[in-house]
């Protein structure tokens, strides 16, 4: 038996139906076209705006989506990890709802917090439960309902995030030439005071205190993240090139986080590669957290080819950064849905 390596079979996505474009955004904050456009690139974000809908429908029907399209027996999957930060409840998991929502009778699910960096720490340990042999199938899906944790008050954030989830099924293989091949992940520790939420966690737990002086919404300093972003992401892709003899030549696509455009074309540059080689959907999505990454995948596939070579690279909040290489297994033309 050779060695088992894991690879992504399928991709799927989901984006809601509500679109927030920046002239509607102008009506509701101080804001415009121009300045959001000509900061960080955004002109749409799709927002879940019917009552009673959250992460865990959008994650299912991105995985939904999966399983119809590779045609894989449901009950043949083992796992399924959900990379979030807008969980439906404090507990159970979310992607325990999901699971329940998919039928599926013999796997396991948990929840995975690492905020925009999440997806591609989720599909770095489906990686590592696949190579170990004790599992064959594993759903990875990202997604977030930034919506329910912005300030549409704040000019600085608002226009920054949107909706949506995307998702991979990994599976094993012993074709060694294809599949996850190396990655690169850090935690930086000092990203507290720069990008967090205040309240509604233990050490300050939701109260009329909280919710009146609107503590319950995502905060952060945007030029020191972006700065720490830019390097991070950057230097995690030089980084993964030089160890696994990747360069300009040979790099088929990087996928980035869709934080910022700015940020995009940093890590393009540090690569010596042209926008065109960069996955980037940020202008009609924004930055749908956890889901950005494979939201791109989900779009990008029908010109992705068997043995393309794949940069994905991420950075979020508790200043989690890092990037996975791996060699696409399919060629994505024949899998490719209908975009929503």
């Known amino acids: ?191 507290l005071p720069f990008l967090h939420m205040k309240a509604g966690g233990s050490v300050c737990p939701p109260s009329h205190f909280t919710v009146d002086h609107r503590l319950h919404y995502l905060y952060q300093e945007g030029r020191t993240v972006f700065r720490y972003a830019v390097t991070n992401m950057s230097d995690d892709c030089a980084l993964i090139a030089e160890r696994n003899g990747l360069s300009k030549d040979n790099i088929t696509w990087v996928v980035p986080h869709q934080a910022n455009m700015r940020i995009i074309e940093a890590v393009a540059k540090r690569l010596e590669l042209p926008l065109d080689q960069v996955m980037v959907n940020i202008e009609h999505f924004g930055n749908t957290s956890a889901a950005t990454i494979p939201l791109a995948l989900w779009e990008y596939e029908n010109r992705l080819h068997r043995g393309d070579n794949i940069i994905l690279t991420a950075f979020g909040a508790g200043f989690v950064h890092g990037a996975s290489y791996l060699k696409w297994a399919y060629d994505g033309s024949a899998h490719a849905a209908p975009k929503k």
């Open 1 to 191: 038996m050779g060695k088992i390596r894991a690879i992504i079979t399928g991709v799927g996505g989901y984006v809601p139906d509500y679109v927030l474009n920046n002239e509607a955004l102008s009506r509701m904050v101080e804001t415009n076209d121009e300045w959001i456009m000509s900061r960080v690139g955004i002109k749409e974000r799709r927002i879940l705006s019917e009552e009673g809908l959250g992460t865990s429908y959008m994650a299912r029907k991105a995985a939904k989506m999966v399983v119809k399209k590779t045609g894989v027996d449901p009950d043949s999957i083992d796992a399924l990890i959900l990379a979030t930060s807008t969980a439906d409840y404090q507990f159970p998991s979310t992607a325990s709802i999901v699971l329940g929502k998919l039928g599926l009778k013999n796997a396991f699910a948990f929840d995975f917090w690492g905020a925009c960096c999440g997806f591609l720490y989720a599909l770095d340990n489906a990686s590592c439960l696949i190579e170990s042999g004790r599992y064959k199938r594993i759903l990875v899906v990202g997604a977030d309902k930034m919506s329910s944790m912005v300030d549409y008050t704040d000019r600085a954030t608002c226009p920054l995030f949107g909706d949506g989830a995307g998702a991979v099924l990994v599976e094993a293989t012993e074709d060694e030439e294809m599949g996850y091949i190396d990655s690169y992940f850090r935690t930086d520790g000092k990203g």
